[in-house]
């Protein structure tokens, strides 16, 4: 009887790595203090981060803006800091390209969506032109997402029921899927090469689209029984989470298997917050983050292939709300410290850091924490992509702390559709490391020479 009793003690707890993460706000000085976060009501991040730099939209007298600060840059930060600001109406989502860390997208309330070049060390001066204005939209664009593989590919969708899908360096809508959603688009992702999008949609249907021929191909009705917003996310292995509310206006989180819509595999329901959850989930380690609009705590959950599949591991709370919520690549997380995950929250007047941890003794590169993971490199470019060609992410290890950011390469319309960063990069930067070098010399030899005669 006792062995029976211990086996079956064993068998409630499932073994994982990650039962143990915790999450952690940073120290105050490690915040970005006095930004007045716009107060748009709007269910999209407000922020958008990379290795380089972190975004987040801000309230605009007359027009939109957004203000991007290089990383380092905490504290608090003064009210003439230069912000972006070409918009003539509030800007409803932002997202830095996974290619470019320099690049980023803004869409807005005056129906367009701009594509903007960050230099170096961020702005000295208002940001007023882009680099690319796409225009094609009839309503206010609220979503935005880059092709994951593609170089220079994005995605909109509007509130006029439209998705586009824009080869940027061109400038031109090249896929315009108008007569699929019959209500507002909630939300709109690629799956991990990109070959698939998926929708969620007032209409109650969840759809998986063609990108390039806008064909549904296959869909779920009444995904969550409530009529409250559904955002729904692919897994890697090509599965669906959605998050919603029942009809008794609970939240809840699901995993549907799209081979076989008709019931989900799991169905859970969480509390009777009324914020959407916005669902953000890392496919290394197959933990899935969820962030309710207006919560002050941040739930995650590892998802595996065993029955229920959706398992609740753990909750980061703390006393204030967030407005927004930005996530850190992959790429940009300090591996030293078994940081698995790193977000950005908004609050009205501040960005503050929080950080997932794997707590481990050991100082050593933890292999099984850290696979090979997107780098920043596309596999296709846009043109490709768009005549039919798929790319698989590019993987990089983390082992050697991945020099993080991309280098800055002139992001020219037309003549070089918009170039990346490679290794090859690196001997052109020694090559400009040397040059500076000389220069200094060369300065700091003058400055002596000057000196030296008065």
């Given amino acids: 009887v006792q062995h029976a009793q211990f086996t079956m003690s064993r068998k409630v707890v499932r073994t994982s790595k990650f039962r143990h993460v915790f999450g952690q706000a940073v120290k105050a000085d490690q915040c970005y203090d006095d930004i007045r976060i716009s107060q748009m009501t709007w269910d999209s991040n407000f922020?958008?981060?990379?290795?380089?730099?972190?975004?987040?939209?801000v309230e605009a007298s007359g027009g939109g803006a957004f203000i991007v600060l290089p990383l380092n840059k905490t504290g608090r930060i003064d009210m003439s800091y230069p912000n972006v600001c070409g918009h003539t109406g509030p800007v409803l989502d932002i997202e830095f390209c996974p290619h470019n860390d320099n690049i980023i997208a803004s869409g807005s309330e005056d129906c367009s969506v701009m594509i903007?070049?960050?230099?170096?060390?961020?702005?000295?001066?208002?940001?007023?032109?882009?680099?690319?204005?796409?225009?094609?939209?009839s309503k206010r664009v609220g979503i935005l997402s880059w092709h994951p593989t593609a170089h220079n590919v994005l995605m909109s969708a509007?509130?006029?029921?439209?998705?586009?899908?824009?080869?940027?360096?061109?400038?031109?809508?090249?896929v315009r899927i108008d007569s699929v959603h019959t209500d507002l688009i909630y939300s709109a992702?690629?799956?991990?090469?990109?070959?698939?999008?998926?929708?969620?949609?007032?209409?109650?249907?969840?759809?998986?689209?063609?990108?390039?021929?806008?064909?549904?191909?296959?869909?779920?009705?009444?995904?969550?029984?409530?009529?409250r917003p559904v955002r729904a996310?692919?897994?890697?292995?090509?599965?669906?989470?959605?998050?919603?509310?029942?009809?008794?206006?609970?939240?809840?989180?699901?995993?549907?298997?799209?081979?076989?819509?008709?019931?989900?595999?799991?169905?859970?329901?969480?509390?009777?917050?009324?914020?959407?959850?916005?669902?953000f989930y890392d496919p290394d380690t197959g933990v899935v983050y969820l962030c309710g609009k207006g919560d002050s705590s941040i739930r995650y959950f590892e998802v595996t292939d065993e029955a229920p599949y959706v398992h609740f591991l753990s909750m980061y709370s703390s006393k204030e709300s967030q407005k927004g919520m930005?996530?850190?690549p992959k790429r940009g997380l300090e591996v030293n410290k078994c940081e698995i995950a790193r977000f950005y929250k908004l609050h009205e007047r501040k960005c503050e850091p929080i950080v997932m941890t794997v707590p481990r003794k050991s100082d050593l590169f933890q292999e099984d924490l850290y696979p090979n993971t997107i780098g920043p490199e596309p596999s296709v470019e846009a043109d490709e992509w768009f005549e039919g060609k798929n790319g698989q992410p590019i993987l990089i290890s983390l082992k050697d702390g991945?020099?993080?950011?991309?280098?800055?390469?002139?992001?020219?319309?037309?003549?070089?559709?918009?170039?990346?960063?490679?290794?090859s990069d690196v001997q052109s930067l020694k090559k400009e490391v040397q040059d500076l070098k000389a220069e200094i010399e060369a300065l700091t030899k003058r400055v002596k020479e000057l000196e030296s005669k008065h």
């Fill in 47 to 57: 922020c958008t981060v990379n290795p380089k730099f972190v975004a987040m939209i």
């Fill in 158 to 174: 509007g509130c006029d029921n439209v998705v586009i899908l824009w080869n940027v360096a061109r400038g031109e809508a090249v």
């Fill in 116 to 137: 903007w070049e960050i230099p170096d060390g961020g702005l000295i001066t208002p940001l007023t032109d882009p680099v690319v204005k796409l225009e094609g939209h």
């Fill in 233 to 279: 996310v692919f897994m890697s292995d090509g599965k669906i989470l959605s998050t919603g509310f029942s009809r008794m206006s609970e939240r809840q989180v699901a995993l549907w298997d799209p081979n076989n819509f008709g019931e989900p595999l799991t169905l859970q329901e969480l509390d009777t917050g009324s914020g959407v959850l916005l669902p």
């Fill in 402 to 423: 991945f020099v993080a950011t991309t280098k800055a390469k002139e992001f020219k319309v037309h003549k070089s559709l918009l170039k990346t960063t490679t290794a």
């Fill in 189 to 227: 992702c690629w799956n991990r090469d990109g070959s698939k999008i998926l929708t969620s949609c007032k209409d109650k249907t969840l759809r998986i689209l063609d990108p390039r021929k806008g064909t549904v191909l296959v869909e779920k009705e009444k995904p969550h029984e409530g009529s």
């Fill in 326 to 328: 930005g996530y850190m």
